[in-house]
């Protein structure tokens, strides 16, 4: 039997909504990730950048890189010898101008 709440059908297709929400938390559960996507919110940019950004070694960098990108967060393309990273999920940007610009809506 589906309950509702606020006005949507809740029921078994939750679950299979919270474990992809996990994921996506996870993959944020990092302040070097999340410095990352901040800084992806105003365009692309390659991993030598993102280490100067976060102050951390290029190995380390490459692996905070490696699981947004494997959680579908971010997309790399390679422009000559360098890889250039971009927000691939619209719902982060959201996520991020709300606990960023929104705070004093509490």
Do not use: H, Q, T, V
């Given at each position: 039997m589906n309950k509702t709440c606020r006005g949507r059908k809740t029921g078994t297709g939750d679950a299979g909504a919270a474990a992809e929400a996990a994921r996506f938390f996870k993959?944020?559960?990092h302040p070097a990730r999340v410095h990352l996507a901040i800084r992806l919110l105003r365009g692309?940019?390659?991993v030598s950048?993102?280490?100067a950004v976060l102050d951390i070694s290029q190995p380390n960098v490459s692996q905070h890189?490696?699981?947004l990108k494997d959680a579908g967060i971010i997309s790399g393309r390679r422009q000559g010898?360098?890889?250039c990273y971009s927000l691939a999920d619209p719902r982060l940007a959201r996520i991020l101008r709300i606990l960023l610009f929104e705070e004093n809506d509490r």
């Open positions: 993959a944020l559960a692309d940019c390659c950048e993102a280490g890189l490696k699981i010898a360098k890889i």
